[in-house]
C-alpha cells in the first residue's frame, strides 16, 4: 500500500550542492542559502530526500563526517531530531 503524505506536507527533492567548489568561500555562502532553505521548508515537509551531489568529492567511509559544512550537517540533525525523516543517497 503506498504511502499518505499528510495533508499540507510536501516531498521534497533536492539534489546537486556541490559543496566544496568550486572554492571555500563560494561554498560557504551556497551552504548558508541551503540552510536557511531547509529551514523554511522545514515548515511544510513530510519527508526530504537529498539525491545526489551534496559535496563535490566522493567519500565512501560511512563513519567519516567530512570536513567544514558544520552549518548543513547541523541543520539535517535538527530537522530529524524534529521527525523529520531525510533519505540521504550520496
Known sequence: ?????PPGKKIYFLSDFHLGAPNHAASLERE???VAFLE???QDAAVIFIVGD?????YE??????KGF???LG???EITDSGIPIHFYG
Open 54 to 58: 551534496l559535496f563535490d568529492f566522493w
Open 1 to 5: 500500500m503506498p504511502h499518505a503524505n
Open 61 to 66: 567511509y560511512r563513519t567519516v563526517v567530512p
Open 75 to 77: 541543520k539535517m540533525a
Open 70 to 72: 558544520i552549518r548543513i
Open 32 to 34: 548558508r542559502r541551503i
Open 40 to 42: 523554511r521548508i522545514r
